[in-house]
């Protein structure tokens, strides 16, 4: 009986579910120019610094779509469903997506939408990158400069209740690397409906000059609380895939050539080659 | 085998036996016992026809119609026309409408139907199922003394309310009920359904837009129209659940002219919804009492309490009369009256006579 029990198991094991969600596999490719960009430090037109840190490098948004057309916006972008309000363009209908690099609390309000994940390796890294290359140093909730990274693990562990660095998801390793003329990385889509013929497309948000992604709301989110510490923790509007003409704006580099998937072996190789200026 | 094994095993397969037997007995229970039968006297799909969209003027004079509101409503198309949004109001069109529907057969939807025209502005869409519910207060460490009376469950009904374009309602008016679900197919063939209902009701919890108020509460929603004027949109009321003690449930239903924010719907923005279930519509009059018994749930401040204190038959029947009403239950409440002397506080709500 336990013999024909176990068989009956192991036959559960080798169903074939026939689901029609993939994982997809495949690279991202940036630009080594648009880790170039501009950054308001201050409130005068002359606080502007030019910065070239990849570290700026905001979320990487993918997601597949039935198709991209051109004429719908500045640069190629998804075929959209009707249009429903006059206030909003219509929906893309994503079959699935992901991102590389999503924005995370650095621990400290000054850095809330100001933080992605995949993007430094150290707590070090962190305040390097704000006060060298931004020249806008990240400051503790009393308006002071952090001094160094040791004072910054703490805090993240006293605010976070963590005990180690692995758990802080905003330091590790880094998501891109340098290779030739481009910084790439490595992704999966996860659970991608497949569908023969539809277009992997995506973009990267990057920094406004003043710092700010277009998407990342700083007043959503967890609610932190600690003591004098009272703030939203911001988090990413949740719209991206479906509304992406909303969010793309001057800065941001896009998908010129959208990967199709024929199989559901294919893998894609993306390059994010345009730069959209808002004219 | 030993005897004792053997007691045990006979014992087990006993017992497995009548618990088997008692399952499937269970499956035979379908739960329609606790549901009204229909009445084929009052259908389940009912179409209204068209409402004009009432102004916040004719609003007041409707409300202050008391126990002649469905009347007024039936006639409401001789009121003097008005401007609502960026048109002016149709000759002939009622008002705002007082009626009943069915219970449908089991499985099936039911509910009403009717339709209006865009202004061009803002309207709120507002309905009230009968009568008027709340939860009996039995917390003994911080009881509510305004809700320390039960409800009369029996008399609550619940429609749930949905509006859109008429272009996209998918039902059959007076036939079948449907929704404002269209579909769109992408460039790959894949369909995808779309919400074309346009009626969102804000919920407990952030981002929640597709609520519905509970049992005999009223439901509201704000439609802009802009650029729609005259543009036909169907109101959909669907049947959630009918009062058990007729089996038929009542409702008022209009648009007001401008959003929602000025009216802030509650119990009493339509009152009167209660209507005796008679087949002759002339007869659907307003049930006693009961407009009296909204004015109290909506004037807080302790006047249901005093009202079913004095009034026992419109409130729970289940009761424990004597404890509820004792003198102390108001002065927990602090209120300035008890249930004797409430009448005297509140001589409008005492004036009605509770039908036999």
């Given at each position: 009986m336990m013999i024909t029990l176990s068989a009956l198991l192991l036959t559960g094991c080798a169903f074939e579910e026939n689901l029609p969600e993939m994982d997809f596999d495949g690279t991202v490719r940036i630009p080594v120019a648009a880790s170039q960009f501009s950054y308001q430090f201050g409130e005068t037109d002359d606080d502007v610094i030019d910065v070239d840190d990849n570290r700026g490098f905001g979320p990487v948004y993918l997601g597949a779509f039935p198709g991209v057309q051109e004429g719908l916006y500045n640069y190629t972008h998804p075929e959209i469903g009707p249009i429903?309000?006059?206030?909003?363009?219509?929906?893309?209908?994503?079959?699935g997506g992901t991102s590389i690099g999503r924005f995370d609390w650095g621990c400290y309000q000054s850095l809330v939408c100001k933080v992605v994940s995949g993007r430094f390796a150290t707590y070090d890294d962190v305040l390097e990158y704000f006060?060298?290359?931004?020249?806008?140093?990240?400051?503790?909730?009393?308006?002071?400069?952090?001094?160094?990274?040791?004072?910054?693990?703490?805090?993240?562990?006293?605010?976070?209740?963590?005990?180690?660095?692995?758990?802080v998801t905003f330091i590790g390793e880094t998501d891109f690397s340098l290779d030739g003329d481009h910084y790439v990385a490595?992704?999966?889509?996860?659970?991608?409906?497949?569908?023969?013929?539809?277009?992997?497309?995506?973009?990267?948000?990057?920094?406004?000059?003043?710092?700010?992604?277009?998407?990342?709301?700083?007043?959503?989110?967890?609610?932190?609380?600690?003591?004098?510490?009272?703030?939203?923790?911001g988090a990413s509007v949740n719209d991206l895939?479906?509304?992406?003409?909303?969010?793309?704006?001057?800065?941001?580099?896009?998908?010129?050539?959208?990967?199709?998937?024929?199989?559901?072996?294919?893998?894609?190789?993306?390059?994010?080659?345009?730069?959209?200026?808002?004219? | 085998m030993t005897p004792s094994i053997w007691n045990w095993g006979t014992s087990m397969l006993t017992n497995s036996l009548i618990l088997t037997l008692?399952?499937?007995?269970?499956?035979?229970?379908?739960?329609?016992?606790?549901?009204?039968?229909?009445?084929?006297?009052?259908?389940?799909?009912?179409?209204?026809?068209?409402?004009?969209?009432?102004?916040?003027?004719?609003?007041?004079?409707?409300?202050?119609?008391?126990?002649?509101?469905?009347?007024?409503?039936?006639?409401?198309?001789?009121?003097?026309?008005?401007?609502?949004?960026?048109?002016?109001?149709?000759?002939?069109?009622?008002?705002?409408?007082?009626?009943?529907?069915?219970?449908?057969?089991?499985?099936q939807r039911g509910g009403v139907t009717f339709t209006f025209n865009g202004t061009g502005d803002d309207v709120c869409l507002i309905v009230d199922p009968e009568t008027v519910f709340w939860n009996q207060s039995v917390d003994l460490d911080q009881p509510r003394a305004n809700y320390a009376y039960p409800?009369?469950?029996?008399?609550?009904?619940?429609?749930d309310m949905f509006a859109g374009l008429s272009a996209y309602y998918n039902g059959s008016p007076g036939v079948e009920i449907g929704d404002f679900t269209g579909f769109y197919t992408d460039s790959l063939g894949a369909e995808i359904s779309i919400e074309y209902g346009e009626c969102f009701q804000a919920g407990a919890q952030t981002g929640m837009n597709n609520a519905h108020s509970g049992r005999a509460t009223t439901e509201y929603c704000g439609l802009d129209t802009v650029n729609r004027e005259n543009v036909e949109y169907t109101v959909v009321l669907e049947t959630f659940s009918v009062p058990m003690d007729d089996?038929?449930?009542?409702?008022?239903?209009?648009?007001?002219?401008?959003?929602?924010?000025?009216?802030?719907?509650?119990?009493?923005?339509?009152?009167?919804?209660?209507?005796?279930?008679?087949?002759?519509?002339?007869?659907?009059?307003?049930?006693?009492?009961?407009?009296?018994?909204?004015?109290?749930?909506?004037?807080?401040?302790?006047?249901?309490?005093?009202?079913?204190?004095?009034?026992?038959?419109?409130?729970?029947?289940?009761?424990n009369y004597d404890e509820i009403c004792k003198p102390e239950s108001f002065e927990d409440g602090g209120?300035?009256?008890?249930?004797?002397?409430?009448?005297?506080?509140?001589?409008?709500?005492c004036d009605c006579t509770v039908a036999e």
């Open positions: 429903l309000n006059t206030s909003q363009d219509g929906n893309t209908y994503p079959y006060a060298d290359s931004l020249n806008d140093p990240v400051l503790d909730g009393e308006g002071n400069v952090v001094e160094g990274g040791v004072e910054f693990q703490e805090h993240c562990f006293d605010v976070l209740y963590y005990a180690a660095d692995y758990e490595n992704v999966t889509l996860p659970h991608t409906t497949y569908a023969e013929g539809m277009a992997i497309w995506g973009w990267m948000d990057m920094p406004s000059a003043s710092g700010n992604f277009s998407t990342c709301d700083e007043g959503t989110g967890e609610f932190h609380s600690y003591y004098a510490e009272e703030h939203y923790k895939l479906n509304f992406p003409g909303k969010y793309i704006d001057t800065g941001d580099w896009v998908v010129q050539d959208a990967a199709i998937i024929s199989s559901p072996d294919d893998s894609f190789d993306l390059e994010l080659g345009y730069l959209y200026v808002d004219e | 008692l399952s499937l007995g269970g499956c035979d229970r379908s739960g329609t016992n606790v549901l009204p039968q229909p009445n084929l006297d009052f259908p389940a799909v009912v179409e209204v026809g068209n409402l004009e969209v009432i102004s916040s003027s004719q609003l007041v004079e409707l409300q202050s119609q008391g126990y002649n509101v469905r009347e007024w409503c039936d006639n409401s198309g001789t009121v003097a026309r008005e401007t609502v949004g960026n048109r002016q109001q149709a000759e002939g069109e009622p008002l705002c409408y007082y009626g009943v529907v069915g219970m449908t057969e089991i499985g409800d009369v469950e029996e008399d609550d009904g619940d429609v089996g038929v449930l009542s409702f008022a239903a209009v648009v007001v002219d401008g959003g929602c924010s000025g009216i802030s719907p509650n119990e009493c923005t339509l009152s009167g919804e209660s209507l005796n279930p008679d087949t002759n519509r002339a007869n659907q009059n307003t049930r006693s009492c009961t407009v009296e018994l909204e004015e109290s749930f909506c004037q807080g401040q302790g006047a249901l309490l005093g009202f079913c204190c004095n009034y026992p038959d419109m409130c729970g029947e289940d009761a209120f300035e009256f008890n249930a004797e002397n409430f009448c005297d506080s509140y001589p409008g709500l």
